[in-house]
């Protein structure tokens, strides 16, 4: 039994098949309405979200299974003092496959360690979010047809935000990639994710200056300033608009740009935006769909 709590439990051959899979559901629906029929999927959501939970809810549908779970702590157990170790040993009496969403990092690994069915890790704290990333992959395989020789900027905050973490380091295992950080000094790349990025021997720049480098970049993810993880509102408000995409910064983008961003968007996309064909955020979301139907196929082990 497999859980999947960090994205580099998954080598890069597994990756591939899960974008195959997810590109075959895509292309033939029907054949996989029935894969899980009689399944459980528990949502175990500890923190806000739209996309991560719902997605996970109607690919569970999708394939013809069933959904129980809550959506904040505050109607859990947890609000009485239960130990997430104790909710996954209960969980697993009831479900099949857990997704878990947890304002601790690492929440998730303990659970998965404690539990006796496949837990997911759908995002802890400011640490990882590795099906955001499989999202990611996915969006960008579908857009470009690869997963190499690409130079992706990542612009906003890189510090709280999980699924930069997570997918910086998908990418760090592809042949030529070219990172570039953009973010204001306060909210750079912490160390830990920069070390596995060095270790990739991958080029990198770190800068403040999205309009210099916008011509470069093959893939643009944009990010919302992360506000829950910040120690005070003061530093969120003079920081949360650093960066906003409007059209007028696009001028002398690559007419293949794609941008990206995992969503909720606050203001750092202009909605102006959403219609240039180079906007990919919302087929973004509906990836995240498919590329979750075809994780719980692989967890459950289902032909
Ligand atoms: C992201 C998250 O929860 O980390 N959202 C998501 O899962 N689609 C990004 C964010 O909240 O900014």
Redesign the pocket.
């Known amino acids: 039994m497999r859980s999947l709590i960090d994205i580099l439990e998954l080598n890069t051959e597994e990756i591939e098949e899960l974008i195959h899979k997810a590109n075959d559901i895509i292309a033939n629906p029907s054949k996989y309405s029935e894969k899980c029929r009689g399944k459980k999927l528990a949502t175990l959501f500890f923190e806000p ?1 739209t ?2 939970r719902l997605s996970f809810e109607a690919a569970m549908y999708e394939l013809g299974g069933n959904v129980l779970g809550f959506s904040e702590a505050q109607s859990s157990s947890a609000a009485k003092g239960e130990s997430v170790a104790d909710t996954a040993k209960m969980i697993s009496c009831y479900a099949d496959i857990v997704a878990m969403r947890h304002p601790k990092e690492g929440a998730p690994l303990v659970a998965a360690m404690n539990a006796t069915i496949p837990v997911i890790n759908a ?1 802890d704290g400011g640490h990882n ?1 590795p099906t ?1 990333t499989l999202t990611d992959l996915l969006t960008i395989y579908r857009e470009k047809g690869r997963l190499d020789n690409l130079t992706v900027g990542f612009c906003g905050d890189l510090k709280f ?3 930069v973490h997570s997918l910086i380091n998908a990418l760090s295992r592809y042949k030529n990639i070219k990172f570039v950080l953009v973010s204001p000094e306060e909210l750079k790349l912490p160390g830990y994710v920069k070390d596995n990025l060095k270790k990739s021997g991958l080029e990198y720049v770190q800068t403040t200056d999205l309009d210099a480098v916008m011509p470069e970049l093959d893939i643009l993810y944009m ?2 300033v ?1 506000r829950e993880r910040f120690f005070n509102e003061e530093d969120y408000l003079r920081l949360r608009d650093t960066y906003i995409l409007r059209p007028e910064r696009l001028s002398n983008a690559k007419e293949d740009l794609s941008i990206l961003h ?3 968007r606050v203001n750092e996309i202009s909605v102006a935006i959403d219609n240039d064909p180079r906007a990919c955020y919302f087929k973004q979301a509906l990836n995240g769909k498919f590329i979750r139907m075809a994780l719980i196929l692989k967890l459950l082990e289902v032909e």
């Open positions: 979200s996309r991560t995002g979010h955001q935000g999980r699924t990010t919302r992360q995992p969503l909720p």
